[in-house]
Structure formats: C-alpha cells, structure tokens
C-alpha cells in the first residue's frame, strides 16, 4: 500500500528545452571523457618514467608560437560568441569574421605542429626513438585529432552562416565553443606535462 | 541566449528497408540490432565453449569439419594446445565485450531507456547510429582473426603483454591475429563511448514532465549509472588499445621490458611495464564487470516488482546502492594483480575497498530478499529468470568474499576457482538477467507473446545446468586445478578428469537447451499470440503504448508523470496498481 498521496505534479515541474540542453550536456560529456582518456595517458607516461630509461629532449621553441595561436583562439571565438549573443535572436552573420579567424588560428596550429614534428623528426627523434619522444608524438598527435573535430564543427558553422539557407543551432553554436576552450586548456595541460616530464 | 524549443521530432519517419532496418536514426532498431548482435556473438562464443569442453576431456578426439575450418589450429580437427588458447581468447573477448556489454546495456537499454523517460529519441540519434555501426565493425574486425593464416589471438580476452606486445615472435595468433584483437576493441571502445555520451545526455535532458530523477524505472537508473561507468572505463581502455598498438606496430616500447627474449630473439624493445598494461585494462576491466551486471540488477528488479505485485522494500536504497558499487568499482581494480608482483601494501589497499563492495551487493540482495517475503509472485518464464538471477549473483558473489583476499587470492589465482566466480557472478547471472528481459519485454518489441511452457522449460534446463557447470569449477579450482591448460590428462589432475567430464556433458546440454530459447524467440516472432499493450500489468511508462511501438513511441504526443514507478497493491484503484501517466490520485491507507 502507498503511504503518499500523489498530486498533479506536471504544472509544477519546469518543461526542458530539451535537444538544446542535451547538446550542451553532450559536449561536457563527450569533454569528460577526453579528460580521462588523456589521464590515462599521463598516468602511464608516469608508470613509464619510473623504467630508467628516461631522456629528455629540448622542444622546438615554434611550439610557443602555437600554444600562442591557440589561446588567441580561444579569445577570437569568445569574441564570436558575444557578437553572436546580442540581441534576443543569435546574431550569427555578426560573428562570421570572428569564427572565421578561429578556424584560421586552429588550422595555424595545426601546421605548426606538423612543423615540430618536423623539426624533432630532423633531429632524428621518431615515435619509436625513446621512451620520451614516443609520449611526445602521442600527447600531440592525439590532441590534434582532438582539435580536428573542432576544426571540422568550426568549418560547419561557417558554412551554414555563409549560406544563408536557415542559420545553425545556438546550442551547437555554444557547445563549439566550449569544446574549443577546452582544447586550449588540454593543450595547455599538456605543453606543462611535456615541458616538465619530456 | 537561447533558441526556441525544438519540435517534437528529432527526425522524420523511417521510409525504405534502409533507413528501417539497416541505417535506422530509430532508438529501438538500434536497440535490436545490438541485441541481435549480442546473440549472434553468445552462440559464437557458447560453440567455442564447447570446442574447449570437448577438447578437455577428450584430447585425442577430433572435431569433425574444424579441420578444414581452422587447418592450421586444428590439423584433421585435432585442437592443438595454441588454438585452445585461441578459442579461450575469443570465447572471452565475444562474451565479454559483445555480449554482456552489448545486450543488457546497449540492447535494452538503447530501446528502453528513451521510452521509460517519456522521450521520443535518444538525444544524438545519428551518434546512436553511428555507435552501433562501430561496434559492428569491432565485432567483424575480431571475427576476421578466425579467417587469417595467422589465426586468432592467444593471449586472453585480458590480452597481457608482453605477450600480446611483441608480435609474431611469440607464436600463432599473435602476429595479425593480436593486430585484430587490438583494432577491434580499440573501435569498440568509440562505439561504447558514443553510446555512453547518448544515453547520459538523454537522461538528464529529455525527460517527460513529471519525470523527475527519483521517478525513473530502477532499470533507467541502471542504464544511466551504467553509462556514467561505460564512460570512464572506455575512455581508459581506448588509449591503452593505441600504445598496445603502437608497440605492434610502431616500434615503441610502452609495455615491452629491456632484454626480452621470445623464441630465441632479442625483441628491440627497451624500458617498457607489462605492469602497466595491467593496470590501464583493470581499470577498465573491473568496472566492465559492473557494465554487465548493473543493467541486469535493473533489469531483475523491474521485473520482480511487477511479478510481486508490490513495491520494493526501497527502491531508493536499492538505487544508491548500485551508485555505491559504481563509485566502488573505480578503487579496486588491483585485486586482480594481487599475483602480478605488484608491491604487496597495494593488495591490502585494494582489497579493503574490494570487501567493502560486498555491503551495497548485499544491502540490494536483502532488499529483494525482504520484499519477495510474503509477496504472491507471479511464476513466468520472466520471473523465474530474474529470481535464478538472485540465485547465481549470490552463488557467485559469495566466492569474491575469498578471492578478495590476497592471502587466498595466491593461492586461487591461476585456478578454476575464479573462473566459476566470474562466470557466475558476471557471465551467466548476467545472461539470466538479459534472457528476464527478454521473457518479459518481448511482447512490447515485438508485439507478440513468447511460450511460456517453453520459456519455463528453457529455465529448468539452464538453471540446473548452469549449477552443475560452474558449481564444481570451485571444487576443481580448491585441489588446484590450474586453469588455461588445454588438457589434464598426463599429469596430477587426471584424477579430476571424471568431474571435468560431467561439466563438459552438463555443459553441451545446457548449450543445447538455448535452442529452445532461439525457437521460442524466432517462432513467437511469427506466431505468437498478439501481445495487447500491457501484459504484465506493468506501470512504467514502455506500458502506456502499443506493442510494438510507433516510430515516434508516445505517437506524437508528450506523456506526463504524476507517480513514483512502482504503484503496485494500490487499493481503490481498479486493477491492483497505477500506471506512471495515469492523473488517478493515490491516496494513502
């Protein structure tokens, strides 16, 4: 037997925007996940170090220069997503020139990447070369698959805006730039990870 | 800022075979799919089970026709020793990750979950896609070892390195074969990942109104604690995945020590912690454990209380308790390591909080005990299963009491002691959670009633069969019978031989007796009496629409909640109970 008394409930209980929220949740989810995957990682780079074998390698200072780039992306994008917020309707034309330089600024860091590993491959240090190049090539590759998917969400959006036939979802909008923010702060993790540990 | 709510549609109507059955955005196609590759994968890795059984106690026996499917593992279909390794490796892998992975979770709960909540879709229908299509391609990928010259992998759904590190040199299987292992649990993990991101979201999001958190089905909260496990582990698994291959592959040296020499070789490797690939899959690997019997829990528990016909002693109790073991299960991965050579301090650390698990299983044990006392419960083929799945999560769990325990622990280790308490405490009670769901959500996904003289006899038949199986396992394994031998018969355990002989005919029969299920499954499919909506006069919300349900589920329309899931033995009411979106007040006596 039930020993409450049941009322009607649903007017008291606030309705959900439901898929645009989901979004947002998604995005945190999905950034949760990426947080323990690359804590996986820093956990074995430390169970490794442990082995002896240990030989620090000098980083190619060009690696400031993009950590440089990415954090000004961050800036770009917040500046995007302000343009893009006044109003009561997204203002997503506003905030094109500002995507668009995100998306410029990622790609940059992209290729500056690919020149340090250029620069470390000409050094001689490969994946398999030591312990230390090997976490390397994995923390950076892997963060750059990571921004990749960003770089992919980025170019969407430019290009629905660009379109003009219909305008992307806020909450998409939203959870880019979140993601986006994101990737900068595990870049930056990481660039003290290698910086102190490689 | 914020955008207009979306419409009721998170897509359109499926039109065509395709985008019905193959491509399908549809939450509960998806949730077939993957049950059906789940039973596709537990018929594969029970006939691999029985090639083991058969090999153990006949060694000298030839299988017919295995010798021209596997001409190199088992030459004129005499299993050599490598290929027992082989069939224990994919038996575990198929069992493990497309199985007790797939159905409890993935399968019901991709179809049940959306529904129990009043939504119409799960949130990122095309991630939900995607994730099926992905672990599909896992499942080819691991299947394709079967067909390569190479054969399949030899090192244990636990793939330990070095040996499943250093490639080819270390014998058959563990050239490509290994590859295949790698690859396909790496792609596993991503659909695994993309399910977990779906079905936390959906949770939290796109409840019904009125649907509060303390209102969903136990089964939804196990779904979602599930997911928040799934999420984590997998996201630790994926990247031990990567390094194991780049070691394969690459050349580097993560998990290969300095000085290694396999088959006469000095493998160029230096430095690497066959440790540390240990504890990167525990970490995963305990947790799995409770991936694949959490949704069972769930899946028991919503069963029970319909078969009861009264609510559980605590549902919330029960509900923070599965929150407890999946806290728990994220500190105890090193109880599998007790005999890894790991610092023994570390044992006794893991072991505390591996003991203290046992509190939550119990508090949830106690609560069905003490809420199935006095209660009239219905006997189905459903209801015999959830409470056979009691029996063995009991049976099994009381054998973790032992192996939590260092001390005990190396002793037991390496025999078949811990493989009777995993397969009953993970394997087969998890099994008999999914065969509950089936027996009981079968009239809802198909719209048609199974047998229940079959489903019963289906029960007896594996309930029996599964304690003369596993039961024994425990003795074997308290003489020392090691485990991982492909045959006994020319050393100190011949003696056991006769026992090793009634598990394997006990095994065969229970085996066979699962084609009952698959007729009764197929045949009810076709030729089973129509199923009306509700059945098992159940509450939920899966019970407040058609069997089958529409595309969209609630037909369009937004159901609301006014009760707590279980409103069973309400008086006054005109059954014996009230449904979730029904406004009818309930009033206390």
Known sequence: MASTVYQHVASSVTERTGHAQATRSGVWVGIFAITMSFAAFTSALMVRQGSGDWQHIMLPPIIYLNTAALLLSSITLERARRRAARGSTPQFRDALPWVAATLALGLIFVAGQYLVWRQLAGRGLYLATNSNSSFFYVFTVMHVLHLLGGIAVLTYLIAKIASRKGTPRWSLFEGAAIYWHFMGILWFYLLVVIATRL | MEEAVQPAHVHAPPEGFISKYVFSLDHKMIGKQYYGLALVSVFMGMVLSWLMRFHLVWPDAKVPVLGSLAPTGAPGGLITPEYYLSLLTMHGTLMVFFVLTNAPFAGFGNYFLPIQIGAEDMAFPRFN???????FAGFLVLVLAFFIPDGPPTSGWTAYAPLSAVGKDAGPGLGWGQNLWAISIAIFCVGQLLGSLNFISTTLDLRAKGMTLMRMPICTWAWFITSCIGLLAFAVLLPACLLLLLDRLAGTSFFIPSGLVVSDRLQNHAGGSPLLWQHLFWFFGHPEVYIAILPAVGIVSHVLVTSMRKPLLSAKVLIYSMMSIGFLSWMVWGHHMFVSGMNPFSSLLFSFPTLTITIPATIITLIWLGSLYGANIQITSASLFALGFVSMFVSGGVSGFFLAQPSIDIYLHATYFVVGHFH??????????????????????????????????????????????????????????????????????????????????????????????????????????????????????????????????????????????????????????????????????
């Open chain 2, 424 to 589: 009953m405490v993970m394997g087969v009670a998890a099994i008999f959670g999914i065969l509950s769901g089936t027996y009981f959500w079968f009239p809802k996904m198909s719209g048609r009633m199974m047998s229940e003289t079959l489903g019963k006899l289906h029960f007896w038949i594996t309930f029996v069969g599964t304690y003369c199986i596993f039961m024994p396992f425990h003795y074997l394994g308290l003489v020392g019978n090691v485990r991982r031998y492909s045959s006994f018969v020319d050393d100190f355990m011949a003696p056991l031989m006769p026992v090793h002989k009634f598990i394997s005919i006990a095994a065969f029969i229970t085996g066979a007796a699962q084609l009952i299920f698959l007729y009764n499954l197929i045949h009810s499919r076709f030729r089973g009496k129509v199923a009306p909506e509700n059945p098992w006069n159940g509450t939920s919300l899966e019970w407040s629409i058609p069997s089958p349900p529409p595309w969209n589920n609630f037909g369009g329309k937004h159901p609301v909640v006014f009760h707590d899931p279980y409103q069973y033995g309400v008086k006054g009411s005109k059954g014996d109970f009230v449904m979730q979106d029904s406004p009818e007040q309930i009033v206390s006596g």
């Open chain 2, 129 to 135: 896609m995607m994730s099926f299509w992905t672990t």
